[in-house]
């Protein structure tokens, strides 16, 4: 009991911390989940008696470790029927535990058929990837794919468990020598900053608490590395540029909520979002794109209290000095730092759908709050996880990671992912069912080819 | 009133508090016919908080939808009438009573109602041709529920296909639909139960009374302490007595258990959620323990 008040993050301080898990078919992903679910004391008694049942009904492994009966803690995590039926894992499933410092959300993401579709979905959102690596086999294609896939959203912080440490019985010289060849391959990616710490899911070695049994790895627990990094927000927050896709334009007129009074709401006019990256104060420029309209922002509301500033996520509603005619798609912008609007696009796509990309189809482009209909016009290369270079392809198929030239139907105020994520992101669905069958990362566009209808500000400021 | 934000860190409640405005917003721009379900519990009351912020100083753009199991507490349905009135929503009401008197549906043999809640939600949202619908499931609740997107499409049984969801990627939420289709949105798929009470907390959210502590006539069954009611009759051997206790769900009366506690007021609840050792489900409802897959069963044939 007195162990689960330290799990309540501090109200005021407490932060929320996003970090998605991937792994490679029995490389033990769910016990790791189960047990920094089970360690960090964010199992209820039902959810563990369920499981208790269920291993003993299953005659999970009979032997005790250290003289305690085992759990099998990956039925912690995996929920369906069929999942708990074949012993596998079929979806991305978000879990939710805290410690006295932070709240977590997981993204457990399954290795199986649609390894890079669940491991794109997971590291989207996610401040950290935790890539499980079994101790006996090393580097694996998939590991490879992991990193390249993280490498490529841009996750800020990379972390591979060396797992199964008890089965080549601590060895130091093995996990030497499986962190070098991670290491390698971080490096040949350009990421720098890969932390590597051996673990045993199934024994609880360095997952929450420092294991003795690695008397030679001084390093922290897997819990204790998610618990100090600092958080995607945090960056940016810090460093980027402000923008703001406008979801909704709010004017209440006729329809305002109860209690307000007519007289004082009859002409407000305000722009709603979520702000994806930055600041933004009351007194600020900004440009509104598409087209080169710029304003000043006259005031920031969250819901009845009036704001000075404002930062990454916070959604609000902001008014501007001007009335121009900005509808929903519109992006808001730091005046000066975006380079404009563009209908030709060079991205990085992540193949998620069974059916294949043949250049020249016809796509819809959901780009921030807007979808636009648009045209892949050549494939320039595929990923080739080897040499982690890009090597020609007529067709991207599932799981394929490649390079695209794509034209929208009308210019998307895009942004290089590298520079802004959110701004940088956009879906590949397809028009006839609605699927996604991409996710894309603006690598480049071309702001000269923006068209007629990105001048729409052409008869300046609609000021009434 | 100006706020002045020092270290631009938002709280983890901040973060999710946003986090659903914007899914609110977006499904509400994107859907031409959207819904909030609205039963007069706290998930839900915090929902359409959550959708009054989202949209102020406009009023909530969208009507709410009820479906009534007919087995509802009295104060919650009068919590319920009062809110909606206060907001100035329509209320549109699905009633599994209806179904059952004009024999449509029939009563099971545990007179548990919630998994007939289902025909009355598929009903009211083909006859008021909702294309999406927002609920206040999380993920938190249930193994099943944590695989559940933030939108999630269904068929026109309202079916959930827990192998075929599309990939749900930054914050661009895929609600693309055919004739037939609706999608049902989880703007607080984040939140644990306990955000949720914090979040009543800080924000000063008036809730049914019952979700407090007080004396009510109780018996005990299956590990859990029944309300005596109309729909909740004891049997001659299960003894009544007045105990101290407040619900932590509230749902269908006659599988719905309350716990013993002395927390009286948000305050104390989020103390007293933060050192529970039992999930507001095992604790509380009795159709959940039914087997392990009983809320992915319930999902799969059209329920939220």
New interface residues.
Partial sequence: ?TL??E???D??????FRFATAGSVDDGKSTLVGRLLHDSKSV????LD?VER?SAERGFGGAAVDGVQQLDLALL??????E?EQGIT???????F?TAK??F?LADCPGHVQYT??T??GA??ADAVVVLIDARKGVLEQTRRHLAVARLLRVPHLIAAVNKIDLVDYSEARFRSVEAELQRAAAELGETSLTVVPVSALRGDNIVNRSERTPWYAGPSLLEILERLPSL??LE??SESFRFPV??V???QG????G?DPDE?RD?RGY???I?AG?VRVGDAVAVLPGERTTVVSAI???????????A???V?LRLREDLDIA?GDLIAEAGTHGGSSRDIQASLCW?SPKALEPGSLV?I??G?STVRGRISEILGRLDLDTFTDQPAARLGLNDIGTVRLRVASPLPVDAYAAS??TG???V?DPG????LA?GLVTGSDPASVGPAGARSAGGPDVS | MSTAIGNRLLSSLDALESEAIHILREASAEFERPALLFSGGKDSVVMLHLAAKAFWPGRVPFPVLHVDTGHNFAEVITFRDETVERLGLRLVVGSVQDYIDDGRLSERVDGTRNPLQTQPLLDAISTNRFDVVFGGGRRDEDKARAKERILSLRDEFGQWDPRNQRPELWRLYNGRHTVGQHVRAFPISNWTELDIWRYIEREGIALPPLYYAHAREVFRRDGMWRAVGEVSRPEPHEKVQVRTVRYRTVGDMSCTGAVESDAASATDVVREVALSTITERGATRADDRISEAAMEDRKKDGYF
């Fill in positions: 009991m689960l008040t799990n309540v993050p109200l005021a301080t407490g932060s929320l209820l008694a039902d959810q369920a269920a995590t995996d929920g369906l029927r069929a708990r079929i979806d991305v499933a978000y879990r939710y805290a932070r709240s959300i579709r669940n794109v979905t989207s959102t927000t945090d927050t810090g979801q909704t709010i004017r209440p329809a305002l909520a109860p307000l709401y407000y709603a979002g979520q994806v600041t509301d969250a819901a009845g209290e009036q704001l000075d500033e404002a930062f996520p916070q959604s509603v929903r998620l819809l959901k780009h709050s994520r959110h992101s956009f879906l669905i069912d609605g699927n996604t996710a």
